[in-house]
């Protein structure tokens, strides 16, 4: 069981950056594979960002470029750095964890945290 908890959120003028945190419990986190989320008012939740277990990374291609993701395994933390924000990334987003092996899913979410982006 692995619980994640988002913070970093906030109210950010397009150009700007923004670092969120996701935060797991538990001695297993570095068997992981990563990921964050994002879900805008009226759509879909959609993929922004991957770490995989073994550091490969993927990301959406909305974001390739501008976002960057990361994990500290020793504090059970992943990071997602977003630079150069646009109103479009407007969301809440979230953290999400799953097995490290091909085709598994996501099957630990967190709360999420908001990210607005003001132009």
């Known amino acids: 069981q692995v619980q994640l908890v988002e913070s970093g959120g906030g109210l950010v003028q397009a150009g700007g950056s923004l670092r969120l945190s996701c935060a797991a419990s538990?001695?297993?986190?570095?068997?992981?594979?990563m990921g964050w989320f994002r879900q805008a008012l009226g759509k879909e939740r959609e993929f922004v960002a991957a770490l995989e277990r073994s550091g490969i990374t993927r990301f959406a291609d909305s974001v390739k470029g501008r976002f960057t993701i990361s994990r500290d395994n020793a504090k059970n933390t992943v990071y997602l750095q977003m630079n150069f924000l646009k109103a479009e990334d407007t969301a809440v987003y979230y953290c999400?964890?799953?097995?490290?092996?091909?085709?598994?899913?996501?099957?630990?979410w967190g709360q999420g945290t908001q990210v607005t982006v003001s132009s």
């Open positions: 999400a964890a799953k097995d490290a092996y091909l085709g598994a899913p996501y099957i630990y």
């Open positions: 538990g001695r297993t986190f570095s068997t992981y594979d």
